[in-house]
């Protein structure tokens, strides 16, 4: 095996101190194809090298007896300081004496003169400073084998240990991940997906270099670099599209950045590295957008989100959680009918007041916090539905929101049939929606929960339609009873002939598949009458209601009843 620093590949700074030009000659010779290397005549004249910290020193030669200051006085004023103590010192002395003085001193070895064979002093140079190291550093795999670029841990311990010997500088953490990089491995074969990373990897160590930046690679295709702070990253992303665009032309690539300017140094390098790749993730699929910071913006999100997920525990306890319900009526008979409803979750926080669901559905549904939340409202509908049929005599039914992670949810089937039978209710009376992109996600497991879940009476409303990306081929083979046309429809209706066509073929789309559609969002009188004119049979929008809670509910249960 390889030693780390030959391994490694990167180039260690070496200080030689000594008085006599020919020694320094001799050891600059020596050390300077593996390290870079820098001289001093005397310990003032490398004290003030050191103290300014241009580079990260990874060993000092001293000569003991030099004018000015001696290898003595400095060896003393480096185990005296924090910072400076923590580079290793190799003292050159022909005194057998001084070199007791000098280990006793805080030196790390010695070499003596005249020079020891040149592979000695290289091994020795070599063994102090891996000695040094981190053992952390030297234990972690350090590179990936196909870019050349160091591994995530190793990438990690290494920004440690360059914030440890140089704290102050300002500096960016930059992540970089291919959009869609399966595709260019299922399309143009792995080879090509390689070559793609290769590319990146080297221009990377080309940008960089002028600003002392490392990089990595990690989960295949997210690469990450740590540089000093005023890259222009759009000149950055530009340079690795023209690259790719030699090297790779056919694979079409296009990448994603998230840069964490200006890391804070107060919390860790992981730390860091997550703040860039939430900026990155971020504009995931959007197209608009190849770049994203991480700002105060993205972390007052992040740390609302934290306290939404930790909250949501004692929210389900305290019944800070509150399903309200909006009306669906039937349009097509001379004046319209309470036909269902939908219940909508309502969140009211004793410190954040009403939380939309558009706050924190999307998170719940992304961590998996959305089947705790949806079985609480499943069950506040199905005994809400229970009372008012007791109350007014009156079937209403409602239809609850079904997430895709729900779907998978083996005792789903379970779970709806126990809430009818503690509320007495028949299965026409608790329908679900189910989100159409929850079609294109595993269409043959939907497809057999769905037809499990209507063999035992439930009805299913495919919500969001046209939002998503279900084909039509998709519509003939999963079965549905209701299509929710997505608001958007509604919204653009108006706006010129081809989006009315496009609420026209929705409405023929459900006529050929025999199921009613329900239109969601319709705000107005006109767009109502549109719809009513076009065969369109059930409507749900603030024209009729805004989603309320259940006792101002009642009034439509009553107006019904006449
Ligand atoms: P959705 O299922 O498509 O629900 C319809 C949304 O449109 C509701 O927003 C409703 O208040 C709103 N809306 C209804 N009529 C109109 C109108 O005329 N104009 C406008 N501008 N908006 C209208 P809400 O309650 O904010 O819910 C947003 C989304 O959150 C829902 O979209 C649904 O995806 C999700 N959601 C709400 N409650 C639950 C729940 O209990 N479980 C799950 N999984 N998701 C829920
Ligand atoms: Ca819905
Ligand atoms: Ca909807």
């Not at 190793?154 to 500096?171: A, H, L, M, V």
């Not at 004046?335 to 939908?342: F, H």
């Amino acid at each position: 095996m390889q030693s780390y620093i030959e391994n490694s590949g990167l180039r260690r700074h070496i200080l030689i101190v000594d008085d006599e030009m020919i020694n320094r000659e001799i050891l600059g010779n020596l050390l300077q194809e593996n390290y870079e290397v820098h001289f001093a005549e005397n310990g003032k004249q490398a004290l003030d090298i050191l103290i300014k910290r241009e580079h990260i020193y990874s060993l000092i030669l001293l000569d003991l007896l030099m004018p000015v200051m001696d290898g003595f006085e400095l060896l003393d004023i480096l185990k005296n300081d924090d910072k400076l103590r923590t580079i290793p010192v190799i003292v050159m002395t022909s005194e057998k004496d001084a070199e007791v003085t000098s280990i006793k001193l805080g030196a790390a070895d010695f070499i003596t003169k005249p020079y020891d064979m040149p592979e000695v002093i290289l091994a020795r140079c070599e063994r102090i400073i891996e000695l040094q190291e981190d053992k952390s550093l030297i234990r972690a795999a350090e590179k990936d084998h196909l870019t050349g670029l160091y591994t995530k841990d190793f990438f990690t311990e290494y920004i440690k240990q360059i914030e440890k010997y140089n704290p102050k500088k300002s500096r960016d953490l930059l992540v970089i991940n291919i959009e869609h990089f399966h595709l260019i491995n299922e399309l143009y074969g792995r080879k090509q997906g390689d070559k793609v990373l290769i590319c990146i990897a080297d221009i990377l160590q080309k940008l960089f270099d002028d600003t002392h930046g490392i990089g990595c690679r990690t989960e295949a295709d997210y690469f990450y670099v740590y540089s000093e702070n005023g890259t222009d990253y759009d000149k950055t992303l530009m340079s690795l599209l023209d690259g790719l665009d030699d090297s790779v032309p056919d694979a079409h690539v296009r990448l994603r950045m998230g840069v964490y300017p200006d890391v804070d140094k107060s919390l860790m390098a992981e730390n860091w590295i997550d703040r860039a790749k939430t900026a990155c993730d971020r504009i995931r699929g959007d197209y608009s957008r190849h770049i994203a910071y991480y700002n105060n913006e993205f972390y007052e999100k992040s740390k609302y989100q934290e306290k939404l997920i930790n909250d949501i525990d004692r929210a389900i306890a305290n019944n800070d959680l509150i399903v309200y319900y909006q009306p669906k009526y039937s349009i097509q008979c001379d004046t319209p009918t309470l036909r269902s409803a939908e219940a909508l979750i309502r969140w009211n926080h004793p410190e954040l007041g009403m939380i939309s669901p558009g706050d924190f559905i999307p998170l719940f549904e992304s961590n998996g916090l959305i089947q705790k939340l949806d079985r609480y409202v499943w069950k506040e509908a199905a005994s809400q539905i229970g009372k008012w049929k007791k109350e007014y005599g009156m079937s209403i039914p409602v239809s609850v929101n079904v997430s895709r992670m729900d779907i998978y949810y083996p005792k789903l089937r379970d779970e709806f049939k126990g809430l009818l039978e503690s509320n007495g209710l028949e299965t026409n009376e608790l329908m679900l929606e189910i989100t159409e992109s929850a079609y294109a996600d595993n269409a043959d497991q939907l497809t057999n929960v769905i037809e499990n879940l209507r063999s035992d009476g439930f009805m299913i409303e495919m919500d969001d339609f046209g939002s998503g990306y279900s084909s039509l081929n998709m519509l003939t083979t999963i079965p549905i009873d209701a299509l929710k046309m997505d608001m958007k429809f509604i919204r653009n209706m108006q706006k010129d002939d081809k989006s009315m066509k496009l609420v026209e073929l929705v409405l023929d789309i459900a006529k050929f598949l025999h199921v009613p559609v329900i239109a969601e969002g319709v705000e107005t009188e006109e767009q109502l009458m549109l719809l009513k004119e076009r065969g369109c049979d059930i409507i749900q929008g603030y024209y009729f209601s805004k989603p309320v809670p259940p006792e101002e509910f009642t009034q439509f249960i009553i107006q019904a009843k006449g």
